[in-house]
């Protein structure tokens, strides 16, 4: 039953980020094409391109991960005083 709870949002995070990085590279090429780039300066944008959802991720989990010290911090104070 607690396997459920945690399985779903996994799953569902994951497929998530591979459709967004999918979309976003697949747009960056079209672009890329489109303006006729060189190749190292197509290579570089495709790849920042492709990291923005990892990027995202990463802000969510330190802003979650910062907001539970913040929490863990403040109900230690008011516990003590």
């Not at 094409?33 to 959802?53: E, F, K, R, Y």
């Amino acid at each position: 039953m607690e396997r459920a709870r945690w399985v779903a949002p996994l799953v569902i995070g994951l497929v998530g980020i591979l459709i967004s990085a999918k979309l976003i590279v697949g747009s960056s090429e079209y672009m890329v094409h489109m303006l006729d780039l060189h190749i190292v300066i197509a290579a570089t944008l495709i790849g920042m391109a492709g990291s923005i959802p990892e990027h995202g991720l990463a802000l969510i989990g330190a802003n979650k991960a910062m907001w539970r010290w913040v929490s863990r911090t403040c109900c230690r104070a008011s516990s003590r005083a």
